[in-house]
Nanobody
Framework: QVQLVESGGGLVQPGGSLRLSCAAS????????MAWYRQAPGNQRQLVAT???????VYSDSVKGRFTISRDIGEKTGYLEMNSLKPEDTAVYYC??????????WGQGTQVTVSS
């Protein structure tokens, strides 16, 4: 069963930047949709950004203009570049991919903390 390995989270000051990565364990896993979600304590998991094969990225209003989602198709890896981070961006960030066959896989989550 394919697994997703996330990395890149950590502690950053307001205004700083982080880059999250999400790598699929199997090169044969064909990714149709890659998405990033986040969940802050006491809140529901919310969609941050999504990118479909051959499509344009879609962002939540709260991160538009600050975050960039991308993917390396050959390496089966996705990225979330986060700039101008704010304390309200603090959350556990999860990667989710959906294959062309409809299989959905979640990463283990990575903590992002924005604080001075």
């Amino acid at each position: 069963q394919v697994q997703l390995v996330e990395s890149g989270g950590g502690l950053v000051q307001p205004g700083g930047s982080l880059r999250l990565s999400c790598a699929a364990s199997e090169r044969s896993f064909a990714i149709y949709v890659m998405a990033w979600y986040r969940q802050a304590p006491g809140n529901q998991r919310q969609l941050v950004a999504t990118l479909s094969a051959g499509g344009r990225p879609v962002y939540s209003d709260s991160v538009k203009g600050r975050f960039t989602i991308s993917r390396d198709i050959g390496e089966k890896t996705g990225y979330l570049e986060m700039n101008s981070l704010k304390p309200e961006d603090t959350a556990v960030y999860y990667c989710n991919v959906v294959s062309f066959g409809g299989t959905s896989v979640w990463g283990q989550g990575t903590q992002v903390t924005v604080s001075s």
